[in-house]
T-cell receptor, first 116, second 117 residues
Framework: EPEVTQTPSHQVTQMGQEVILRCVPISNHLYFYWYRQILGQKVEFLVSFYNNEISEKSEIFDDQFSVERPDGSNFTLKIRSTKLEDSAMYFC??????????????FGQGTRLTVV | AQKVTQAQTEISVVEKEDVTLDCVYETRDTTYYLFWYKQPPSGELVFLIRRNSFDEQNEISGRYSWNFQKSTSSFNFTITASQVVDSAVYFCALSEKWQGGSEKLVFGKGTKLTVNP
């Protein structure tokens, strides 16, 4: 059984549109991360989220991005006005069910975002 | 700063050959974790192993083995008797906590392994 489910698996959107990517963890994780992988490149950290606030973000995570956990379960990444260069695979990775951090870092299956 | 280097961009072997994927890391922390992931053509990231900085024992899991050497800051991954299904991109990653950071993973650029029949 997967640790986390991401929806949608693939989304095509027009440039300038808003998209929301969702991550549904199976267990009560403490930390939540979003990573991005542009096609053929390495996986890059976007943002980490703990205790209902951002704990760290990368340079990629600019004002067009936001994260929230609106219902205590789903963890969302919103891109307000998509650009062509936002086309990538986006991975969610929850970690740490208890105060023990650095547990195995499982990734969701990813959402492939294509901006046209 | 954290850095992970996978110098081998692509490796091609014939089935049943052994292959070693190299990973060299940089960190200023004494407590850190190293990971390996497999990314098949379908795109998901499959967790293979996590190793903490205090455990230098080598690990073997079936045809997979890992050699962690702090002296050379390396965490190499060997596949014995490779199979076509091992064809994928393999990523090495490092996680550290430094000055209140979030223990995010920093990835290498990956090594694309092709196993030919």
């Amino acid at each position: 059984e997967p640790e986390v489910t991401q929806t949608p698996s693939h989304q095509v959107t027009q440039m300038g549109q808003e998209v929301i990517l969702r991550c549904v963890p199976i267990s009560n994780h403490l930390y939540f991360y979003w990573y991005r992988q542009i096609l053929g490149q390495k996986v890059e950290f976007l943002v980490s989220f703990y205790n209902n606030e951002i704990s760290e973000k990368s340079e990629i995570f600019d004002d067009q991005f936001s994260v929230e956990r609106p219902d205590g379960s789903n963890f969302t990444l919103k891109i307000r006005s998509t650009k062509l260069e936002d086309s990538a695979m986006y991975f969610c990775a929850p970690r740490g069910r208890r105060q023990i951090l650095n547990t195995e870092a499982f990734f969701g299956q990813g959402t492939r975002l294509t901006v046209v | 700063a954290q850095k992970v280097t996978q110098a081998q961009t692509e490796i091609s072997v014939v089935e049943k050959e052994d292959v070693t994927l190299d990973c060299v890391y940089e960190t200023r922390d004494t407590t850190y974790y190293l990971f390996w992931y497999k990314q098949p053509p379908s795109g998901e990231l499959v967790f293979l192993i996590r190793r903490n900085s205090f455990d230098e024992q080598n690990e073997i899991s079936g045809r997979y083995s890992w050699n962690f050497q702090k002296s050379t800051s390396s965490f190499n991954f060997t596949i014995t008797a490779s199979q076509v299904v091992d064809s994928a991109v393999y990523f090495c990653a490092l996680s550290e906590k430094w000055q209140g950071g979030s223990e995010k993973l920093v990835f290498g650029k990956g090594t694309k392994l092709t196993v030919n029949p």
